[in-house]
């Protein structure tokens, strides 16, 4: 029952700072408004939301997002500076392929994150997750061994995503 | 003091209402169509002694006068319209409450409500917007009804009229939008006040769009082919409805959009000509039917052609007689069509030779069905022939001879195949026995109301003439009508 | 002539393409693509005409909820026209 | 280019390419199809009309908007009508669709030259 | 500070439209669907994302609105993207002669029933 | 063949008519009549800085109930013209792939945040683009995403059906309070309040979320009856 | 203030972009190379939306960007479960 509490007050506190995002204002009428659909919507969608529940916002946890994402965005810049520069070569030096990778993710939305990130970046996509194995289109095939593509592809990412993400 | 406006704010409720009533007590879904329509009935009538009183009641909606709001116009062409609209869909949902049709009966009873309040809001509405939403709500009820059975014919013949009746409905909002550039307003006087300043090729244009968009609803000649097969695709009480009222409601558009807001008096020649050809062709091809449902299906047609002939003829006695013969028939075929729906309840099929010998075994039905195809026919004493006379005397006033004679002509071809059916009806042997069982008596209630009616206006047509003879009026005189809209306020 | 008008250009001629295409076609699920992209750019065209409410409706409901009925329904039926 | 040009002649064209559809096509979902590109034509055409050169949408929520709204704005009665318009289009598609799905049931093809009663 | 903030905003808005342009140029160019999601997702993703950022920075009131829209974009287009890439794979949309490798040819997991 | 001709030959007389009636039609210029009323006094009137949402509500609020009753009657008709259809046609029958984790876990995330958009639109309706249509439309859109990614997820058809009924018999209410407070079918009968906040523009919040309820639910209706059939 | 060669070459940049996101969606060659276009094309006008948005200093503009985005990934999914037979 904790945890349901803990759940609900979860998705209603990210549903609520959204509307105050999406409104732009802290208005005592906007923000009752807010209060009260970020709880009503709460209430029916808390367990679908999220499996844990107020400790997703440990201190931790939150830094540790807080330098992810610079690192994040520097690796999307280098990937599409490595796609522009595909696209725009006139022979188009491609070398695509699928590989196989294993994750050391555990939870589901610790695989969405890192498969997210991958998608993102440098010239790779996944296609398919299926339990610990992730399949992906790389656009420049450098190595097809399973344990070097994984030190290249999700390694990148794994470090820092296993501590947002436990 | 009762506001029009719950004429159409009552059915919605009870319509939004079905469900939850289904959820509460389920049998009580049936009757909720009755007890609305049977409120609404007795809303159109305490309007009548208004009405007849001060002429149109201007309703307004949202707080603000005609041109800036949406108005209804309880006129009395309008509330004639409506209060056959009602008092015809009373007696259906009575029909229904014994002969039920296929499940789902609360999606059943929800569009049977909502096709009549559309029909209703069409003929009351003043704001040509609100018509083009109001027509949407009748035609997509429809198309659902027709689909209903769920046959693969009455899925075929809800597809031919869903794709005929929405490029009407698309050309019908494009002509409306050419006028709403050059006035600015929406409003039916308004637009007709401002009429003048339209540029003529918009104003024709706009006028044969909006011309096809409501030829389609009132079965005009070359935009009727989904009619016979709706007609046939729909359950037989549905279908009464169509023939009775929808199709009526579809001829009041076109007429308020010919004669109020466009003023086209010196064009409605060409609305005759295609009376008369539309009576002509569904005359003949309803003589070659052997399904019942599908020929009178085809007479209702060209009952049409000939209601498009007098208000085409469009002089005081021309209009006067049409809108009789609206009354007329009505009544004769909803008791055509409820009645082939009891028949068919006992026999199992609606085909002629199925029909054959039931003037002995279900006497009273067949009374009224006989009753009915004779005054439709136009057989003195009855109703039909003071109408029928009358629209084929206006059009002789009027010099249209040769329409005269086309007429005369689709009236004989009328004749031969209900003298037909009479026949079958009555002069042979049928061939199949019964479906045992009895006819319900909420059924026959409302056939024995209908037959009320029919001989009621059989008994006193002067009484009926004397009735419509406003409705004709306000039809007839264009000014009137804008005057009495923009009177409540105005820019 | 500004800019905005070329492109407006641009995406009136893109949506009589497709609207071609969808004539041309015989794979209905391509045609029902097309349709979602005729609704999309229709939308931007009126966010260029300054009606954003409409903008707004046309794209979660002709762009949303069409293509999904439409989808359902050709997974009822065929996806090839013969 | 003409903006005028543009907007009446592309929303015109698409309009008879969708007419074209519904009209000549015999396949049941290309009629829908066809449907739904005249529904988009007319809407088209209808903000096309209510628009006014160098001016803002009718939401007047800055102040210099409120001074004379009707030097400022763009017409807003074509936009509520184009909101009711497209709402009834789903709704006709929506049958329209459900329409066609009972068919291929019962008759197993979407070619209307095959089917009996639909050969118009 | 502000004529820095502009030019900032200038010049996010000036390489955010360029990416957009060069993941559309990637979507054309490209030979097989796998290859047009590269470019389709991560250089649109990042277009839209600096041009948002972009216009956030010029206009500062938008600012939070523009979070909100940069956060959803993150959150979808990797997310359709891969449904696409996995749609395609699934439907048999064979892969570009030129590709060296395919790991997923002999695994269950991406068998699929569609059609390209 | 005929047909073709038949048809190509009724597009062209309709182009030229088009073409002749178009090109007398003005682009651009200020040709309005009704709406300059609106645009002068609608703020005044009613308190709604939008408006097309004060238009859409209140002065053709009358349009806008046929609206939402068309919506209805097009769920409504589906749900009969579908209702015993065949669930599972033996031939056709087909191993379905089941979604991707990726798309079950986002979209178990979004669907809570596009509820929340979907409510921000029909909330925000009088002062921001949208309002009760595209906003209930979202709603049920997120659901349908909850659909396309998870093959067992389920609405409860009672609920949204009393939903449905209850919003609908809402709206109707509200206009009825308008006539009896106010004089007349949905006028408003609530302080239009400071024109920009979200309690303003009397009772155009009040229908549009009434509205945003209905169509929610009924879009969302319509959408799991289609899902059913597709199993 | 963002000067006018700069809108100048964002409007030329982005055009091209829809120009040849147009082109991909109507060449295919099969239905899935269309859906990459659809879902370039949405994320590449909703940057166009907000730009424009920025043009006509109208904040208002950018809820339809958002709405936009949501509606256009929405149907991009649809489309691809039905392409991998999962609809």
């Known amino acids: 029952m904790a945890h349901r509490i803990g759940q609900f007050l979860f998705t209603a506190l990210v549903l609520f700072g959204l509307w105050l995002l999406f409104t732009g204002t802290l208005d005592p009428q906007e923000t009752a408004v807010g209060a009260l659909l970020a709880a009503g919507i709460a209430l029916f969608t808390h367990r679908r939301f999220t499996r844990g529940g107020l400790q997703n916002l440990a201190p931790g946890r939150l830094l540790c997002l807080l330098a992810y994402l610079p690192f994040f965005t520097w690796q999307m810049i280098k990937a599409n500076l490595d796609v522009a520069y595909r696209a725009l070569h006139p022979r188009m030096p491609l070398n695509p392929g699928i590989v196989r990778v294993k994750t050391r993710m555990t939870s589901d939305i610790g695989k969405m994150a890192v498969a997210n990130s991958i998608t993102l970046t440098p010239g790779t996509l996944t296609l398919e997750v299926d339990d610990d194995t992730l399949y992906i289109h790389w656009i420049d095939v450098r190595s097809t061994d399973p344990e070097e593509a994984r030190r290249l592809i999700p390694g990148v990412f794994e470090p820092c995503l296993k501590r947002i993400f436990p | 003091m009762v506001n029009p406006i719950l004429l159409i704010a009552l059915p919605l409720f009870f319509a939004f209402s079905i469900p939850i009533v289904g959820f509460v007590y389920r049998p009580l879904q049936r009757w909720i169509p009755v007890v609305s329509l049977g409120l609404t009935t007795l809303i159109a009538l305490s309007l009548i002694p208004r009405v007849g009183a001060h002429g149109p009641i201007v309703v307004i909606t949202g707080g ?355 003298l037909r059916l009479l026949q079958v009806l009555y002069f042979q042997e049928p061939q199949k026995p019964l479906v045992p069982g009895r006819t319900p008596w909420l059924p026959a209630l409302s056939l024995g109301v209908l037959a009320v009616l029919l001989l009621l206006f059989s008994a006193f047509p002067h009484q009926v003439f004397h009735l419509v003879r406003p409705a004709a009026t306000e039809l007839l005189n264009r000014g009137w009508y804008i005057s009495k809209v923009l009177a409540t306020g105005g820019l | 002539m500004t800019l905005l008008n070329l492109l407006e250009t641009l995406l009136v001629i893109g949506m009589l393409g497709a609207a071609l295409f969808v004539v041309r076609t015989r794979d209905l699920l391509a045609a029902v693509v097309v349709t979602a992209i005729i609704s999309l750019v229709a939308a931007i065209l009126f966010y260029v005409l300054q009606a954003p409410d409409v903008a707004i409706t046309e794209a979660a409901i002709d762009a949303g909820l069409t293509t999904a009925i439409f989808l359902v329904a050709l997974r009822k039926t065929e996806r090839y026209e013969k | 280019m003409n903006q005028a040009l543009l907007y009446f002649g592309g929303s015109a064209a698409l309009f008879l390419i969708g007419l074209y559809l519904v009209l000549v096509k015999t396949n049941l979902i290309k009629i829908v199809l066809g449907l739904d590109l005249m529904e988009t034509a007319v809407n088209l055409f209808i903000v096309a009309s209510g628009y006014i050169k160098d001016r803002t949408a009718p939401i007047l929520n800055r102040p210099d908007l409120l001074a004379h709204p009707s030097q400022r704005a763009v017409d807003p009665v074509p936009h509520a009508l184009v909101l009711t318009a497209i709402v009834i289009g789903v709704a006709v598609m929506a049958m329209a669709l459900s329409i066609v799905i009972r068919i291929y049931e019962k008759r197993q093809t979407l070619d209307i030259s095959k089917l009996r009663s639909l050969r118009w | 500070m502000n004529l820095l903030l502009q030019g900032v905003a200038g010049t996010l808005i000036l390489i955010g439209s360029l990416f957009l342009f060069l993941g559309a140029l990637g979507v054309y160019r490209f030979p097989d669907v796998y290859n047009r999601l590269q470019a389709g997702t991560k250089s649109t993703t990042l277009g839209a994302l600096s041009l948002i950022l972009g216009v956030g920075l010029a206009e500062p009131a938008w600012l939070p609105k523009a979070l909100v829209l940069m956060l959803f974009i993150l959150l979808t287009n990797p997310v359709s993207s891969h449904a696409i890439g996995r749609a395609s794979y699934k439907s048999g949309y064979p892969l570009w002669e030129g590709s060296i490798v395919d790991h997923c040819q002999e695994h269950d997991a991406c068998k699929g029933g569609g059609e390209a | 063949m005929t047909r073709r001709v038949l048809a190509i030959l009724l597009l062209l007389i309709l182009a030229v008519a088009l073409y002749q009636a178009l090109a007398r039609v003005p682009f651009g210029t200020d040709r309005m009549a009704v709406s300059r009323y609106y645009l002068d006094h609608g703020v005044q009137d009613l308190g709604g800085v939008n408006i097309v949402t004060s238009v859409v509500v209140l002065y053709r609020g009358f349009d806008t109930l046929g609206e939402v009753t068309v919506l209805f009657l097009a769920a409504t008709g589906l749900g009969a013209l579908l209702h015993g259809l065949a669930l599972h046609d033996e031939k056709r029958r087909r191993t379905k792939t089941p979604p991707s984790l990726i798309m079950r876990t986002a979209t178990r995330i979004l669907f809570p945040l596009i509820l929340l958009l979907g409510a921000y639109v029909f909330v925000h309706g009088h002062l921001t683009p949208g309002g009760g249509f595209p906003g209930g439309v979202v709603v049920a859109l997120a659901y349908l995403l909850g659909f396309l990614a998870h093959d067992h997820w389920r609405v409860n058809h009672r609920a949204v059906r009393w939903i449905e009924g209850l919003a609908g018999m809402t709206y109707v209410i509200i206009g009825l309070l308008g006539l009896y407070l106010a004089g007349s079918f949905l006028a408003n009968f609530l302080p239009p309040g400071t024109p920009g906040r979200l309690f303003s523009a009397g009772i155009i919040p009040l229908i549009y979320i009434t509205i945003g309820f209905k169509v929610g639910s009924e879009m969302t209706g319509l959408l799991s009856e289609m899902k059913e059939i597709t199993e | 203030m963002i000067p006018g060669w700069l809108w100048i070459l964002a409007y030329t940049l982005i055009g091209l972009g829809v120009l040849l996101g147009l082109l991909r969606a109507f060449l295919g060659p099969k239905t899935p190379d269309r859906l990459v276009a659809v879902d370039a094309l949405v994320t590449i006008t909703m940057g166009l939306m907000v730009l424009l948005g920025l043009w006509y200093r109208r904040g208002i503009y950018l809820d339809i960007a958002l709405i936009y985005g949501a509606l256009g990934f929405i149907a991009t999914l649809a489309i691809a479960r039905y392409l991998e037979g999962g609809l």
């Open chain 2, 64 to 418: 603000f006068p005609p041109p800036i709001a949406i108005n209804l116009t309880v006129g009395p062409l309008g509330l004639l319209l409506a209060l056959l609209i009602q008092v015809v869909g009373l007696l259906t949902a009575l029909y229904l409450v014994q002969v039920p049709v296929k499940e789902p009966h609360d999606r059943f009873s929800m569009l049977f409500l909502l096709l009549l309040l559309g029909a209703t809001g069409m003929v009351l509405t003043g704001d040509a917007f609100n018509l083009f939403v109001f027509l949407e709500i009748t035609s997509i009820a429809a198309y659902a009804l027709t689909g209903f059975q769920r046959t693969g014919e009455s899925v075929e013949a809800a597809f031919k009229y869903l794709v005929i009746g929405s490029i009407g409905s698309t050309l019908y909002l494009l002509g409306l939008i050419l006028l709403y550039t050059q006035t600015g307003t929406l409003n039916l006087a308004d637009i007709a006040r401002h009429l003048h300043q339209v540029d003529p090729r918009i104003l024709y244009l706009s006028l044969v769009l909006i011309a096809v968009a409501f030829g389609v609803e009132a079965e005009m000649f070359p935009l009727n082919g989904w009619a016979p097969d709706a007609y046939q695709g729909a359950p037989v009480a549905v279908t009464a409805l169509f023939s009775a009222v929808i199709a009526k409601a579809g001829l009041y558009a076109l007429l308020r959009m010919l004669y109020t807001l466009f003023g086209v008096q010196n064009l409605l020649y060409v609305l005759a000509l295609l009376g008369v050809l539309t009576l002509l062709v569904a005359e003949a091809a309803a003589l070659r039917q052997r399904n019942v449902r599908r020929m009178l299906a085809y007479s209702s047609i060209g009952q049409m052609g000939l209601l498009m002939l007098a208000f085409g003829v469009g002089s005081s006695v021309a209009v006067s007689s049409g809108l009789f013969h609206v009354l007329n028939h009505a009544v004769f075929k909803g008791i055509l069509f409820l009645g082939l729906g009891l028949m068919a309840l006992r026999t199992g099929s609606e085909n002629l030779e199925d029909l054959a010998g039931l003037g002995r075994r279900m006497p009273w039905v067949s009374l009224l069905f006989a009753v009915a195809i004779l005054g439709t026919l136009g057989l003195p004493p009855l109703s039909g022939f003071w109408s029928k006379f009358f629209i084929l005397y206006a059009t002789a006033r009027a010099k249209f001879y040769g329409l005269l004679l086309l007429a005369l002509l689709g009236s004989v071809l009328e004749a031969a195949y209900y």
